[in-house]
Each structure stands twice: as structure tokens, then as C-alpha cells.
């Protein structure tokens, strides 16, 4: 414990001499009766209470006063706190293959919706951030707790196309743990990945990414988005236009959250994407941090007034016995 005003902590002498003053008062109080009679013959006399109620409303006083001088020299304790700031990244596709239309609105469409929901959902205090990939990754969005910017980016993500999928993992990764806390420390990170889950472009391929995003202790949670029959238009040369099969690919996903340890969610209003942020929740852990301990003495200090106060006004009809 540390005090910023430590010089105040002379005055705690006081208690003691106090103290003795009491007891030097008690023996007189004793000599004096003492002359007037034999004390040996009052108990046969007059049934008084346990000398230890004259002591014990005193001593509660006197605990109190050093509390009090205690607090004065605004003490601080250095104690373990549960940290409250994490951050996660939404990685999303914005592919050429999320214009599919067989979830609607589009694949990208339900993509931004489930982001919308789980960003509702979101402790406060969590920054977000926002990583789009289709031919390359870029951060749309550094990681902020301001949902207002948040939403703002995710509409305003459109379809590309390619699919930098581990390239996405990895600048997620990198962007997060660029990321710190009010003491310092790299808060806890994941990586929340909205895709179909092809893998088409991109330098970094699915299995680095896992390796990466393991080596920093980052989960990859994923939600495939998509149906055996989701088609997109492509232009060809000429004026002319063909329709292209784009199945979803849960394999990459599935894989991505199982060697992170994150989890695979097969729909994007799954009630299981609680486990996101419940799992950063249990991933907090303690930091340690300087408090001040003035108002708890001082609280304490009073209580202990109103005690000792107290005991002496039930057994002695006075403030001090």
C-alpha cells in the first residue's frame, strides 16, 4: 500500500497516547472511588457490567480515528481488476460469389446483417474493426468502439473479385494486435470470418493464416453463407453472359476454426455466434491497477463512529462510558 500524503500517518501516535490517557483516567477514577469506601465490598453491593463494555466502545472509537487518519493520507492498493477491453475483427468476403443470390438479400447482403446483429450484441467496450477481402484484403475499418463508424463501413462494403481468404486472417491478425489497452498489454483478440468460403487469390494461403492466427493466440470464428445453388452473372468478351455455379466451401471455414480454436456456425442468424464474444468474455482474465482507498476508510471510519457511539449510548446512557 502506497500513500500520497504519507506525512499525515505522524498523527496515528495520537491513538496511542489516547489510549494510555484512558487507562490513566480509569486509575483515577479507581484511587478516587477507592477512598471513599473498599472497593473489596462493592461487588456484594452493586452488580455493575463486564469491565470489557467500559473498554470495548472506546476501543471501537479509537479504531475509528485511525482509520480516518489513514484515509487522510489517501491511501492506494495495487489489485487485480477484470479487464473489460477486447477486440474483434469482422473479416468479410466481398467476392465476387457473395452477389449469389440464394440468401437473401444477397450472400453479402445477409453478411452485412449478421454483422449488424452481432455488433449489436457487443460489450461496449470491445473495439471493432473491419477487414473486407475479395482479390486483396484491406482494412475498411480500424478497430473502434464506435458502432456508429461501424455501421457506416459494413453498408458501405460491395462486391469485388477474387477471394484473399488467408490474406484476410492475416491482416486481421496484424490489425488487431496492433491494438492496446490502457496499461499496454495487447488486449484479447478474434476473428470473426463472414464468407462462403473459397479461397480463390491472395498470398497467404488458409493454412499459414491458421498458423499465424494460432501463434498469436487469436480464435477465427467463422459463418458459411451460401447454398449448392447459389449462381452469380459473369460478362464475357463479346456482350455475351454466362452463369456461374459458386457452391459454398465450408471446408476452409471449418478448418480455420477448429486449428484456432475458434467455432463454425452454418447460418448467419445462428444463436451460437454468442460464443464470439462469451469466449473473449472468459479470455479477459486480471490486470493489475493502482485504486485510491480514501472513501473505504473513510466509510469505515464513520461506521465505526456510529458502532461505538452506539454501544456506549445502550449499556451507559452517555456517548463516551
Known amino acids: ?27 483515577r477514577r479507581r484511587a478516587s472511588a477507592a477512598s471513599f469506601g473498599n472497593p473489596a465490598l462493592l461487588p456484594n453491593v452493586l452488580e455493575g457490567p463486564p469491565a470489557w463494555r467500559r473498554y470495548l466502545p472506546l476501543a471501537v472509537l ?12 489517501r491511501p492506494h492498493a495495487t489489485i487485480s481488476v477484470p479487464r473489460e477491453e477486447a477486440t474483434v475483427i469482422l473479416a468479410i468476403d466481398t467476392s465476387r460469389s457473395m452477389g449469389a ?26 473495439r471493432l474493426g473491419i477487414v473486407s477481402f475479395a482479390t486483396r ?29 488467408g490474406d484476410a486472417v492475416a491482416l486481421a491478425v496484424k490489425t488487431g494486435r496492433q491494438q492496446r489497452s490502457s496499461d499496454g498489454v495487447v488486449p484479447p483478440l478474434a476473428v470473426l470470418m463472414i464468407s462462403d468460403g473459397a479461397q480463390e487469390s491472395g498470398r497467404t494461403s488458409p493454412e499459414a493464416a491458421a498458423r ?57 442468424n445462428d444463436v451460437r455466434l454468442r ?5 473473449l468474455g472468459s479470455r479477459l482474465g486480471d490486470r493489475r491497477e493502482s485504486r485510491e482507498l480514501t472513501d473505504a476508510f473513510a466509510g469505515g471510519s464513520g461506521m465505526l463512529v456510529l458502532l461505538g457511539s452506539g454501544l456506549s449510548l445502550l449499556w451507559f446512557r452517555r456517548v463516551l462510558p
Open 101 to 126: 443470390r440464394d440468401v437473401a438479400p444477397t450472400r453479402l447482403g445477409a453478411a452485412q446483417l449478421a454483422a449488424e446483429a452481432f455488433l449489436a450484441k457487443l460489450p461496449r467496450k470491445y
Open 1 to 27: 500500500m502506497t500513500f500520497d500524503a504519507p506525512y499525515a500517518l505522524i498523527a496515528l501516535a495520537a491513538v496511542p497516547v489516547l489510549a494510555a490517557l484512558v487507562l490513566v483516567r480509569e486509575r
Open 212 to 268: 499465424l492466427a494460432r501463434a498469436a493466440h487469436t480464435a477465427v470464428y467463422s459463418i458459411l453463407l451460401g447454398t449448392d445453388q447459389g449462381t452469380v452473372r459473369a460478362q464475357l468478351p463479346g456482350g455475351l453472359e454466362a452463369i456461374i455455379s459458386v457452391p459454398p466451401r465450408p471446408e476452409i471455414l471449418q478448418t480455420l476454426a477448429r486449428q484456432t480454436g475458434g467455432q463454425f456456425f452454418t447460418a448467419p
Open 275 to 279: 460464443a464470439v464474444y462469451e469466449r
Open 137 to 165: 484484403a484491406v482494412v475498411a475499418l480500424p478497430p473502434t468502439t464506435d458502432r456508429r463508424l461501424a455501421r457506416d463501413a459494413l453498408g458501405m462494403l460491395r462486391p469485388g473479385e477474387g477471394t484473399a481468404l
Open 62 to 73: 479509537l479504531a475509528a480515528l485511525a482509520a480516518m487518519i489513514v484515509g487522510v493520507a
